[in-house]
């Protein structure tokens, strides 16, 4: 017998789980400014049939020519968690799996008109997206779905109501960062660096990191000094042309041109421009290539001192065009730039001294790092420090204009992250804390990492989600190269969109009654006081969450 029913984006399917454990929904609330998002599953319990059916989908109703469907495919996970001895199942029992295996995660277009494979005994779900451009009208709508055989017998219908909500969310406001890797998409599809083919793949890319909620792309001026092992390069993609000719430096801004107008039309708010001195020390300078008197070849690199006097003069020169540059476009107040990723408490003189050497060139500019220290921020080295999100009570008791939180490999036990061994849930709480805590921005290192560890090689993501084994699985990618240079999504950045948008509603219900009256439902819903340490881990919670916010908005209107 085939058995069919909706269920929520958030809940993850294994293809050995159990359907009756998947609860099912009959409604959706969305705004008139957001989307629907939900999971049409089917599970085949006949044991005579063949191992799988061929079918096809057919929608019904008002809002068909809005449904957009794509399959949910699951991936190698050879490292669910952190490879480390201090994580263990009885610190944190909330983890949906942490044994290797396939774990759904990509979303797939649908093959032929609309056709999914129905696996006997394996859950398969179909992802649906109700794509809102505005032109959707409050009230509730009913989609009816249903599912044709081969030969065109209808085998399930189902219905499900999307009720609009009769206002908008507000404007995102929170500043998002995933770090963008120009290089890598160039690695992965063969492509010649800042060739055209290359811009159109970028283009693609930054415009679904833009539909996720992602508003500030890395801008590699120079090649970012990222997970690069010492003595290694990565790919140039260098942005800024430099040419040194009888010992003077001149640039060419032309592709940072290119690039700016290409983010600026996909939707792009703010540009993080690359780290200056290399990362995890600050002791070095990024690879800089420049032609030298006509012969093309590189200036400064690990061999290279982040405080010679040669790099020193050739940065301030660098800083000058390219603050210039951003100056005349209007841009300044949506520029940020990087000194170095994650340096240590031990690495404080290293960065004072280089933030010293440019100090001038970047006065009155935002300077934004990874680092966990407050110290720095103390000291006046960095005014938007981005500390991890099992470090950030200290920055919380400081005076600081803007507050942002990230992850990486770390925390995972409590907190939230994006792996794919989380629920899905977990991964979207993010939002409801940020709220509470007045957060205004968050970074995250890889939205396209196709490398594996210090990159020593690239890596195919679809077919190793750990980077070379050596990530927790999802760490590394927020979206999958597809097809013809077409990004692919991955459940996890659906997710943290989500988390944005429960962001957006809770803004708009703070504006309707107070702050503390929002916090107090929110917290109520979920259960007790919202802390970093602790997380909705289940759909129900989450939804109970979002829920009370929806019921306050709809209260006022």
């Excluded at 908008?168 to 998002?176: D, G, I, R, S, W």
């Excluded at 065009?321 to 404080?348: C, M, Q």
């Excluded at 005076?399 to 925390?411: G, L, M, S, T």
């Excluded at 968050?442 to 990530?471: C, R, T, V």
């Amino acid at each position: 017998m085939l058995r069919t029913k909706f269920i929520s984006s958030l809940d993850k399917c294994f293809i050995d789980d159990n359907y009756d454990s998947f609860a099912e929904i009959k409604s959706v609330n969305i705004y008139k400014n957001t989307d629907a998002v939900f999971q049409y599953l089917a599970f085949d319990e006949e044991e005579a049939r063949m191992c799988r059916m061929v079918c096809s989908i057919e929608v019904e109703g008002d809002l068909a020519e809005y449904v957009k469907m794509r399959t949910v495919e699951c991936i190698p996970n050879y490292v669910p968690v952190e490879p480390t001895p201090k994580f263990s199942r009885d610190l944190d029992p909330d983890y949906v799996r942490t044994e290797p295996g396939l774990y759904p995660d990509i979303l797939m277009p649908l093959h032929n008109t609309n056709g999914v494979t129905v696996l006997k005994q394996q859950l398969h779900p179909v992802w649906i997206d109700v794509k809102n451009d505005g032109s959707i009208s409050a009230g509730e709508h009913t989609l009816k779905f249903k599912l044709f055989n081969r030969t065109h017998e209808l085998i399930a219908e189902n219905e499900i109501t999307i009720n609009v909500i009769d206002t908008c969310l507000p404007e995102q406001e929170t500043k998002v960062t995933q770090w963008f890797y120009a290089d890598c998409l160039a690695d992965y599809y063969d492509v010649d660096v800042w060739s055209e083919r290359h811009f159109e793949i970028c283009r693609r890319f930054i415009q679904t990191a833009v539909d996720n909620g992602i508003n500030m792309i890395l801008t590699p001026v120079l090649t970012p000094p990222l997970d690069t092992a010492v003595g290694w390069e990565r790919t140039t993609n260098q942005l800024v042309q430099v040419a040194l000719n009888d010992g003077k430096y001149s640039f060419d801004l032309s592709l940072l041109d290119r690039w700016v107008n290409m983010c600026l039309d996909c939707g792009v708010k703010y540009f993080e421009i690359n780290h200056l001195f290399t990362q995890w020390g600050a002791f070095h300078c990024p690879k800089v290539m420049a032609t030298v008197d006509g012969e093309y070849k590189k200036i400064f690199g690990w061999e290279s001192a982040a405080e010679g006097e040669e790099y020193v003069t050739f940065l301030n020169l660098l800083l000058k065009e390219v603050t210039s540059y951003f100056e005349g476009r209007g841009l300044k107040d949506n520029v940020y730039f990087h000194i170095s990723d994650e340096p240590w408490a031990e690495h404080l003189p290293q960065y004072k001294l280089n933030r010293k050497n440019i100090g001038e060139a970047l006065k009155g500019w935002h300077i934004l790092d990874a680092l966990s220290h407050v110290e720095y921020f103390k000291e006046g080295l960095c005014e938007n420090p981005v500390a991890q999100v099992n470090r950030i009570l200290p920055f919380l008791e400081e005076d600081i204009k803007e507050r942002w939180v990230y992850y990486c490999c770390y925390p995972y036990e409590g907190y939230s992250n994006r792996f794919m061994a989380m629920h899905s849930a977990r991964t979207r709480f993010l939002g409801t804390q940020m709220f509470k805590y007045g957060l205004d921005g968050f970074l995250h290192w890889g939205y396209n990492y196709y490398n594996n560890q210090f990159s020593w090689d690239h890596i195919d993501p679809m077919l190793n989600a750990n980077a070379g084994h050596w990530a927790g699985g999802g760490d590394a990618v927020s979206v999958y190269p597809g097809r013809h240079g077409m990004p692919l999504e991955s459940i996890r950045i659906v997710a943290f969109r989500q988390g944005l948008e429960d962001i957006r509603a809770m803004k708009l219900c703070e504006s309707l009654y107070s702050k503390q009256e929002v916090v107090a439902a929110i917290e109520e819903a979920f259960g007790g006081e919202i802390v970093f340490e602790k997380c909705a881990n289940d759909t129900a919670t989450m939804q109970r969450v979002r829920d009370a916010i929806d019921n306050m908005i709809i209260a006022k209107l």
